[in-house]
């Protein structure tokens, strides 16, 4: 049966080359919607549009840029003459720095693509729906870095915590007008902004979480899909945790998750760095 309230009506998926952007974008392709994949890479845009089974187009743009979002509403507008459904999905991880050693490029990088990106997303939705005095539905990608704190990926984890304000602040605007705003936060879910290694480290990782395993995209996607149905109709302002129950979890007590970690050897590397540091 197919979720009720997106047959025929048409989203913007940025981040749409691969991931969870583009299992988003099959996803609601699947449940008859009309397709903007979105990615900065414009031939990946296209394949990924080529292979929905519903009508779709492929985009390439910088979403961190006004001309980015500027453009890929225009092209939209002009394929399917409306956009009901934004999913601001688009990312990227930065480096494993510790925090003394990262750069104000990289800080301004993540930030960018991140934080401005939805930004300029949902700035460009509003816009539109104020315009034709229509309404719809946005779904910001935050993570479960946005949640907590990390001593690694410091501009990602901000800039997550800054998509959850941007949500809050957005749903707020939208409630009178009808138009619902609500975050993701994915957990531990591989993919390739993380690379090989990371994502290694992230599927040994995730056996603390209390399901015992990684996230797919696929299940990713469907929360998203949940969320911009009729049947989350009465939802907005909120961020919806995929995690595997990791994000419930108290670090300080036997099932843990990431508590159960040798502190020894997680803090080896950046208390020797500091006595190092010291001695001289």
Known sequence: MAI???????????GAAGGLGRATAL?????????????????????????????????????ATEEGAEFYME?????????????????????????????????????????????????????EYLKTGTTGSIVITASIAGLRGSNDLLAYTTSKHGVIGLVHGAAVYGGPLGIRVN??????VPTPIFGEAGQADMIRRAGTSPLRRPGSPEEIAGSVAFLFSDDA????????????????????????????????????????????SSAN
Do not use: C
């Open 4 to 14: 009720k309230g997106l047959q025929d009506k048409v989203a913007v998926v940025t």
């Open 27 to 63: 996803r609601l392709s699947e449940e008859g919607v009309r397709v903007v994949a979105v990615d900065l890479d414009p031939h990946r845009a296209r394949q990924t549009a080529a292979e929905l089974p519903s009508e779709a187009i492929g985009v390439g743009a910088d979403v």
């Open 75 to 127: 092209q939209a507008l002009q394929a399917f003459g409306r956009v009901d459904f934004h999913h601001l999905n688009a990312g990227i991880a930065g480096s494993l720095s510790e925090l003394v050693d990262v750069s104000v490029d990289e800080w301004d990088k993540v930030m960018a693509v991140n934080l401005r990106g939805p930004f300029l997303g949902v700035r460009a939705a509003f816009r």
């Open 183 to 188: 975050g993701i936060a994915p957990g531990i």
């Open 233 to 276: 109709s009465y939802i907005t302002g909120e961020i919806l945790s995929i995690d595997g129950g990791a994000s419930v979890q108290n670090t300080n007590r036997n099932a843990g998750g990431a508590g159960l970690w040798d502190v020894t050897v997680t803090d080896k590397d950046i208390l020797a760095r500091h006595r190092m």
